[in-house]
């Protein structure tokens, strides 16, 4: 399913091919940015509910490999129906899919659309969302887009998956700057598909997260990254993703720094060797606690109100379930 949205169609950089030949293309394709760029909203499809309702899925692009961006609701980030559909305010590196619902007005026709905009380093642009037939998704288009089936391929285990299923306690709690907050999230998981060899060689990483290679890089600059291959776009025509059940906490509003204990599996499409990444090559998930209970800390570093997500992954699938958490001086 392709990104219905601005970033998918660059008329400079057809300039650029038409003036300097075919590799140019390719090479003004292949631009690495660690800050500094724009986001990009995606819509990903529709899909059908048991209870016959329908949902917009939507998701994002963040052209940068580090910055974060933040975007409150409003005029930089708002619904044609509405301003606030869910969407959210804070915006992780690199692509993330179908990150979030927006329920199908009851009278929408295919002729209608649902429009998101979001407004971020002085660029608008805009994902469009229609029922049309050929944007129907299920869960095998979920499985595929996000890499862990191989192009075309499926099987009666996969077809039999369904998405894990998380649960955090409570809904909202209160803490001070710089106090220790302790959350626990609920894993509930068929154990479908099961964990196969990982990456390149079938060898593991340490799932604390070991680090990037950022040799040659500029940290909070625009320029280019100069190429190297940790930090060199995958080569594949699609993604690819390691399966196995894991558990990543983020942040989902909030613009103040906010540190997790231990330090969470990456929710983003982190394609680098050594990302603690289900994309990244020879990463496997770590074992998950027998009674499905994940414990983790969080800080934060300044005053707001903070909406936490805590996504529950098997590598194909995933569910997700949020804490809104109000932060004091």
Known sequence: MGIVSGWARRGSVVLVAALAGPWALVGAQSLSYSSGQNVSPAYEGWESNPDGTRDFVFGYMNRNWEEEVDVPIGPDNTFSHGA????PTHFLPRRNRFVFKVRVPANFTEKDELVWTLT???KTERAYATLQTDQQIDDMVKASETGALGAGSSSPEVRANRPPSVTIAETSRS???GQPLTLVAQVVDDGIPKPRMSGLSGAA???EGSRRDTEGTAPGSENPIRPNRAWMPPTRVTVG????????WFVYRGA?????????IVAWEDTRTGANSPWAPLWTAPPMPVDGRVTVQVTFSQPGTY???SLADDGALFGADTITVIVTP
């Open 307 to 309: 909406v936490l997500r």
């Open 241 to 248: 993703k390691n399966v196995g059940l894991h558990l990543s």
């Open 256 to 264: 103040g720094k906010v540190t997790f204990t231990p330090e969470q």
């Open 175 to 177: 803490v001070k700057v």
């Open 84 to 87: 606030d559909m869910g969407q």
């Open 120 to 122: 971020t380093k002085g």
């Open 205 to 207: 990483v340490a799932n």
